[in-house]
């Protein structure tokens, strides 16, 4: 990704990420007849490969672009929770988090021939977090924030933030120390995000979260100011696929942002790679008109 700002300051960067961690899996291969037994392909796989997933692409987005990071999530004691551990030893990668084994680590498995996607499996546990959990995430949020630029909270819906308060609790814990907090929600119900510096939907989320469908960009641009004003939040930014992105404050005018045409294969974590952007161009100091005009080379 091509900035427009100066970003060798991205090396100096230190950023926080809390959230939904899990282990992306891909089984690649190829499809040349269909099973006798059933009317499915057989796949002949070719190569296996694996990836940090949900949160942890967040951390990838972060160190790719030179950052240094520390993560907070919550494993499970399995063998997907080991191999999380792997993919998070990293030099630039602080690993704070924490083994959970009443929880399986969340795993999502893509099966794909020939660039398309046949299937994905899914293993995972959506429940909240149990109560000595979510203190833990809190207590280790409250020790490492002293180095952090910006603090990410990276909500996948698989537990960790819907514990009731933990969100707040960390959004609190940023405000006060005056770091930056982004948000990527998840969801229906933000009011767990109230006081976060910025939260960055995709258009679809802010539908969700407003009700209704957007006919035009009046309607998107009243949805903004009014979730602007509910969750006393500083900053919304709307990511809309290829009409690109739109940027509100409070008592600002709305900023539309054009996208560039890409082709594009997977657009699975495109809002991991905005907020990424986003939060480590606000980390090095830029505004966030500035920063998020960044996200798009």
Known sequence: MTLSFDSKSFEKCHLLVVGD???????????????????VPVLQIKR???????????????????????????????????????LLNHKYIRDLSIDCPERPTTTKTRVISNGQQLIRLDEEENTPVSPHIAEEVIRRVAENTREAGALILSDYGKGLFQFAGLAQAVITIGCDRGIPVLVDPKGRDWERYRGATCITPNKREMELYDGSSFENNGHLESAMAKAITELDVSWLLVTRGAAGMCLMGQNRQPQFIPSRARQVFDVSGAGDTVIATLALAVASQADFPTAARGCYP
Not at 25 to 36: D, K, L, Q
Not at 75 to 80: L, M
Request: charged share 20%; hydrophobic share 40%.
């Open 21 to 39: 961690l899990m282990v992306d899996r891909y089984v690649w291969g190829t499809v040349n007849r269909i099973s006798p037994e059933a009317p």
């Open 48 to 86: 296996r490969s694996e990836v940090r997933g949900g949160a942890g692409n967040v951390v990838s987005n972060l160190i790719g672009l030179g950052a240094t990071v520390s993560v907070i999530g919550v494993r499970g004691a399995d063998e997907p929770g080991r191999r999380l551990g792997t």
